[in-house]
């Protein structure tokens, strides 16, 4: 990193000694759990039936909720960068709550929400639909946990994309639909395709609402992080292969969404 | 300068942060000292920690008391979690002096890495009964029940202590349920009746006992084709031998068979 008449960074030699620390703490905990896995029994323990039903589960629920996070999170986004209108920062403090939110108040929220007892879930039950139990509580559990990914990555890239492109296409004569289709979103492309991915990451992670709003049945609602939880009673082998297999699954994730926001960055800057 | 000012400005303020802190830890420190142990009369004195069984809490916790009431100068720190949550912690080095645990499963867990004192000693048993909710909406009356079609009932994994039991019951009744949802541990079966988004559910009798109104309890014959067996042991790491020795007394003796009793515990 650092090369020799490389400009000066100003950065005192024990930020680093704390940096390190820091780093470590995180790095640490990872290598620790590394060192746990039963490597020859590796394959056999995460190809189990039921480590295979969680893992199939997790990549479906996850891609649904990114989806559904696109969806909803790119007209939030906008409304929130580009809107004028009274309650905008208001609306903005609880899009972005689940962010800080503990997970199992998000599950708890969405019970008295969507649960057969719930605001929408008692008419809904009285429709025929039922959510509890459901794949969707699945899916509804992380996007709520989620949305606020995307609504940030977003909503920075369009605020530092700015809206002079936007105004030319419009005085050209285009209407808002076709400035937005044409101009606006391939402009933050970079920035919604991050956060899809770290939606994505923090719907693959959820546990907490899951836990608490839809239940544990293999292949229906037990996810990854709900089947590691449970093996972990009986075999820590399996949890600690399955963990393993998240977060690898996670570092490929920030990976991509980081190279995305490296490569995006010149384009930031030149306009 | 004006941005230095600042700075000084937020230094003062963390500093006297973290000064209040440190004095508020000093105080708290100074104002709980171990109670002066009144001599004669009372020979034991000092700190046990005690891992239970999460079942256990309501009872421990009055159990705690009055061996804190009857031993001044004891004083006994409670950490409740599942059972084999709580070997995992053990066995990781936490500080435990006493285990009492929800099966007879994981005490041997802890046996076999050679972490109980002496031998374990059985001190309760619980078996397993039908949670239902308040207006038992999907009309319970028996195990079977539970499996007519419709009926949402919740179990616990086969994993987990509640769910082996509930298997048990299955296999011995011939009748074959399928929950909508199988948790990872009993207080979320509870709470899924509870908020009655589940029909019913199969919990511990003791459960049942302490959620109140908020469920009913329906028993049917067949738990008795799984009791649960709860055994209590000194930690074989533990300092205060003697203390806790007392305090398994007090569980096993008259006091904690009563307490345990009241709680809807069987006697093993």
């Not at chain 1, 008449?5 to 030699?13: D, F, K, V």
């Not at chain 1, 292949?219 to 037990?222: A, E, I, K, N």
């Given at each position: 990193m650092k090369r020799i008449?490389?400009?000066?960074?100003?950065?005192?030699?024990w930020v680093f000694v704390i940096a390190g620390v820091g780093g470590l703490l995180v790095v640490l905990p990872l290598v620790a759990m590394l060192a746990k896995v039963n490597w020859p029994q590796f394959i056999p323990l995460i190809t189990s039936e039921s480590s295979l039903a969680a893992l199939g589960l997790s990549l479906r629920t996850s891609a649904a909720s990114t989806v559904l996070c696109i969806v909803l999170g790119v007209p939030l986004a906008l409304v929130l960068a580009r809107g004028e209108f009274p309650g905008q920062r208001l609306l903005r403090a609880f899009v972005l709550l689940p962010l800080v939110l503990p997970p199992v108040v998000g599950g708890i929220a969405l019970l008295y929400t969507f649960?057969?007892?719930?605001l929408l879930g008692k008419p809904l039950e009285a429709a025929g639909i039922q959510i509890a139990f459901s794949t969707t509580a699945v899916v509804l559990a992380q996007t709520f946990v989620a949305l606020p990914f995307l609504v940030v990555s977003l909503e920075g890239a369009l605020r530092s994309a700015g809206n002079k492109y936007e105004a030319v296409a419009a005085t050209l004569g285009a209407r808002p639909t076709t400035v937005l289709r044409r101009v606006t979103l391939p402009l933050v492309l970079p920035g919604l395709a991050s956060g899809a991915v770290l939606s994505f990451a923090r719907s693959l992670g959820e546990f907490g609402a899951t836990l608490t709003f839809a239940g544990s049945l293999e292949?229906?609602?037990?996810t990854l992080p709900l089947e590691i939880y449970l093996q972990r009673e009986t075999d820590a082998d399996a949890a600690v292969a399955l963990s393993l297999v998240l977060v690898a699954v996670a570092v490929a994730v920030v990976g991509l969404s980081y190279g995305n926001r490296q490569r995006n960055k010149p384009v930031e800057v030149q306009p | 300068m004006s941005i230095t000012g600042h700075r000084l400005r937020l230094m003062a303020l963390l500093l006297a942060g973290a000064l209040s802190t440190a004095l508020a830890g000093c105080a708290a420190d100074i104002s709980t000292p171990a109670a002066p142990s009144a001599g004669a009369s009372s020979p034991l004195s000092g700190e046990i920690t005690v891992f239970a069984a999460a079942s256990l809490k309501t009872t421990f916790t009055q159990l705690a008391q009055d061996f804190e009431a009857k031993n001044p100068g004891t004083k006994v720190n409670l950490s409740f979690a599942g059972s084999s949550d709580l070997v995992t912690q053990i066995s990781q080095?936490?500080?435990?002096d006493v285990f009492a645990s929800a099966d007879t499963k994981n005490m041997t867990k802890l046996a076999d890495a050679q972490l109980v004192e002496g031998t374990a000693v059985n001190f309760a048993t619980n078996i397993l009964e039908i949670a239902v909710p308040p207006g038992n909406p999907a009309s319970i009356?028996?195990?079977?029940?539970?499996?007519?079609?419709g009926v949402k009932v919740v179990t616990c994994a086969s994993q987990v202590p509640c769910g082996a039991a509930t298997e048990a019951v299955e296999k011995a009744s011939g009748t074959t349920l399928s929950p909508v949802s199988e948790e990872s541990s009993v207080t979320d079966v509870l709470g899924k009746v509870t908020s009655q988004e589940a029909d019913a559910g199969l919990v511990y009798v003791t459960d049942i006992k302490g959620a109140g109104s908020k469920v009913k309890g329906i028993p049917f014959p067949?738990?008795?084709?799984a009791v649960n067996t709860y055994p209590i042991a000194a930690v074989g790491?533990?300092?205060?031998k003697e203390l806790a020795a007392a305090f398994i007394a007090m569980v096993t003796g008259d006091d904690g068979r009563k307490i345990l009793a009241d709680a809807g515990f069987g006697t093993p």
């Open positions: 008449g490389s400009s000066y960074h100003g950065i005192p030699s649960g057969r007892q719930g292949g229906v609602t037990r | 080095g936490a500080p435990a009356s028996s195990f079977a029940d539970l499996a007519k079609p067949e738990s008795d084709k790491t533990s300092k205060k």
